[in-house]
């Protein structure tokens, strides 16, 4: 089973977090796989928006996978977390400023990274049973402030 299914149906470019017994935090690989999705999409003209979901009722998506970074720290490679860090932040700044719509299923928790990606993105469509907690770009104090400054600037709830 793969972490990340990254696909095409008709003109959405469709990406869903496939991780849900680690309430879909993001390995490196799952960063690196959805740059290039977002990358490829970009000059595709055949795709007109993206969508981004995870399986699993229990979390949208956990952050960045702490667990990883935690092992290969404990073993002395520090280059690992800091290129996480790094590639996972632009990724962040990658989806606040893409030329097309993307659309974001949120579900349970939504933790960490997601929330900045959640905020970072055109529409976002809140299901009733999510738990949103800070995040180090965009603090759910400050979402208030970020969420008026997207194109759609809005808020969905859906049962």
């Known amino acids: 089973?793969?972490?990340?299914?990254?696909?095409?149906?008709?003109?959405?470019?469709?990406?869903?977090?496939?991780?849900p017994a680690a309430l879909?935090?993001?390995?490196?690989?799952?960063?690196r796989a959805i740059d290039l999705a977002l990358q490829d999409w970009?000059?595709?003209?055949?795709?007109?928006?993206?969508?981004?979901?995870?399986?699993g009722e229990k979390a949208f998506c956990a952050g960045g996978?702490?667990?990883?970074?935690y092992s290969t720290g404990r073993a002395g490679d520090f280059t690992y977390g800091q290129d996480f860090w790094r590639d996972e932040y632009r990724l962040n700044a990658q989806?606040?400023?893409?030329?097309?719509?993307?659309?974001?299923?949120l579900q349970g928790f939504t933790m960490g990274g997601a929330v900045t990606r959640r905020t970072a993105s055109c529409a976002k469509t809140l299901r009733s049973r999510c738990l949103n907690a800070g995040s180090d770009l965009c603090p759910m104090l400050a979402a208030p402030c970020c969420l008026p400054m997207h194109p759609v600037g809005l808020v969905n709830i859906t049962g």
């Open 1 to 19: 089973m793969s972490d990340i299914l990254i696909r095409t149906s008709g003109q959405a470019g469709h990406i869903t977090l496939n991780r």
């Open 24 to 31: 879909n935090a993001l390995t490196y690989d799952m960063v």
């Open 42 to 55: 970009a000059q595709d003209p055949s795709v007109s928006l993206v969508v981004i979901d995870a399986t």
């Open 65 to 69: 996978d702490i667990a990883d970074l």
């Open 95 to 105: 989806i606040a400023n893409y030329a097309k719509p993307i659309v974001t299923f």
